[in-house]
């Protein structure tokens, strides 16, 4: 793990990327930041989370870091111990999480947790879709104030632009820096289970409602159809070995509370 902060003293907030090695998009945003002339008021921590991941190419080494959390510093597995590790840099901060995807749909925001602050948090990001997964709990930001983001697909060139783009938004809204920025007032999906399955082809679209009796995925002549209308989130052919993704429901918006 690479840990460094932009300015002086004790930071407040911490920017994390490569909790999956594989997704580069917020490691790229961090230099980009750390390249131009915009110099940040108070201090902002930033960590390059699973560092053995991202030097080789991987999603992960044994473990998903993002499910690992809080960590056990005695486990055999890296990411395990990691988490741990990262945990305590990241209590007693507020977070943005970056990440990228196999789904389409992006960017949006993600919280866990169940926390209103978090939620709030949201809207310092400007984007329009918040998914809400507190009911499947784990994530880098559940024991913390803090807000993931997925930025696009996979990690193209795209994502990492768009999440330089939403890092100095962000970084503007909670007054780190001094730049243009308007809190949004984003909708809220609430995942309330989620779609196993191995070898699915994702027909439909995210965030876009499914009604119910409507086929969703197909593998070799088998579909999967909606048991009770639903919006997809994170959803996809390829993300998961086990699952086609989540269900959601739409759940209001976020104001200005």
Known sequence: MHVETLGNGHPEYTVVACVHGDETCGWHAFNRLKASDVTPQAPVKFVLAN??????????????????MPGDETSEKHEVRLAARLHRELVGTTVIDFHSTESRGCPYAIVTGEDAASRRLARSTGLDRVVDMSHLGGGVTEHVTGVAVECGYHDDEDAASVAHRILLHFLAAQGLIDRPYARSTPEVYEVFDDAPGRGFAFVAQNFRRVEEGEVFARKEGTVRRAPAPFFPVLMSTHGYD????????????????
């Open 51 to 68: 560092e053995r991941a991202f030097k080789l190419g991987y999603r992960f080494c044994d473990a998903d870091l993002n499910r690992a």
């Open 242 to 257: 086990d699952r086609i993704g989540f269900m959601a429901r739409r759940a209001g918006r976020i104001d200005g509370e």
